[in-house]
Structures are given as C-alpha cells and as structure tokens.
C-alpha cells in the first residue's frame, strides 16, 4: 500500500536551515502530484509547495516562496523540502502527501483535498 514517512524535522533558530524528506513506497511516484503541507495548532492546514514529477514544475505558497524549495531524488523515490531562512511562525507539524494523476504542463495545486495520501508528519519548532 501506500506509504509515505516524514522525517528531517526538529529545532532550529530563527534563520537557520532545515531539510525535510519524505521516502515513498507502494506506488510509481512519477506520475503523481506530490506536495508539503503544515499545521500549526489552532490553524487550517497549509499548502506550501508542490512538485509535478512530469516535467518538474513546481509550485509555492507566497509565504515560502524564495524560502523553501521542493525537490525529488527519482532513484530514492523521495521527495525533499529545503527550508532555509526560517521563521519562529514556521513551526508547525510538516507534512508530505501524494496527490492526483501529473500532467505534462500541468500545476499540482496546493489543495489539501486533493491529496488523499498523507504521512504521519515531523515538527519543526523555530525559536527567536
């Protein structure tokens, strides 16, 4: 079946770096939509960035954007997100989930319905 681990969180100063990643199985992963969320306690869920496996196109959150970057090692099947220059107002529970069918020229969307397989998450706590 489907599995998705987090792993890569933990504490970091404000403008420190860390990198998340999510090793994958179960499924080919280059033919569907992968993406990070988070949620901070008494907030929605939040889409930040997401990675089309067909043709590589990316998309961000305009709260990370120029911060995170998403990236996916093939040979791995993992997906990864580089978080540099973080925020005490990024701490939050990080997720990596698996999304629709990609298109060639497609947009993977950062709608949290849409994805229907989630890890089980890893936190990151940015303090001041």
């Known amino acids: 079946q489907v599995q998705l681990v987090e792993s890569g969180g933990g504490s970091v100063q404000a403008g420190g770096s860390l990198r998340l990643s999510c090793a994958a199985s179960?499924?080919?992963?280059?033919?569907?939509?992968m993406a990070w969320f988070r949620q901070a306690p008494g907030k929605e869920r939040e889409g930040l960035a997401a990675f089309n496996p067909v043709g590589g196109s990316t998309n961000y959150a305009d709260s990370v954007k120029g911060r995170f970057t998403i990236s996916r090692d093939n040979a791995k099947n993992t997906l990864y997100l580089q978080m540099n220059n973080l925020k005490p107002e990024d701490t939050a529970n990080y997720y990596c989930?698996?999304?629709?069918?990609?298109?060639?020229?497609?947009?993977?969307?950062?709608?949290?319905?849409?994805?229907?397989?989630w890890g089980q998450g890893t936190q990151v706590t940015v303090s001041s």
């Open positions: 179960g499924y080919a992963p280059s033919y569907y939509c």
């Open positions: 989930a698996r999304g629709p069918r990609a298109y060639y020229g497609g947009t993977c969307i950062l709608l949290s319905y849409t994805y229907n397989y």
